[in-house]
C-alpha cells in the first residue's frame, strides 16, 4: 500500500475555474474538494484597501489525496502551470482515512 499526502492549496478567486480544470487533469484517482476561505496574513502586500482594513483575504481552498509516487510530479506541473500566481500550497502525511 502506497503512502498518501493531504495537499492544501489556498487560491486567488480568480485561478479558481483554471484550478479546477488542471485538476480534473492532474488529479482524477481521488478527486478533490474546493470551498472558499478567508486567509489571514501578517504582510499586506497585494492585499486591496478592505483587505487590509478587514485584515482578511478571501481565498478558495483545495484539498486532495495524493499518493507518494505522484506528488512531486504534480506538485512539479501546479508549478509549471501557476508559477508566480501567488497560490500558497502544504503537504501534509495521511495517516488514515476511509468512509464511515
Do not use: C
Amino acid at each position: 500500500m502506497s503512502k498518501e499526502y493531504l495537499v492544501t492549496l489556498n487560491v486567488p478567486p480568480a485561478l479558481e475555474e483554471e484550478l479546477v480544470d488542471s485538476l480534473l487533469m492532474l488529479e482524477s484517482e481521488h478527486g478533490f474538494s474546493s470551498f472558499p476561505v478567508n486567509a489571514h496574513h501578517h504582510e499586506n502586500k497585494g492585499l486591496s484597501l478592505a483587505e487590509q482594513v478587514t485584515g482578511r483575504q478571501k481565498k478558495i481552498r483545495f484539498q486532495m489525496y495524493v499518493d507518494e509516487q505522484d506528488l512531486a510530479e504534480f506538485l512539479a506541473q501546479l508549478r509549471q502551470e501557476f508559477s508566480g500566481s501567488g497560490i500558497q500550497y502544504w503537504v501534509l502525511p495521511v495517516i488514515e482515512n476511509g468512509l464511515i
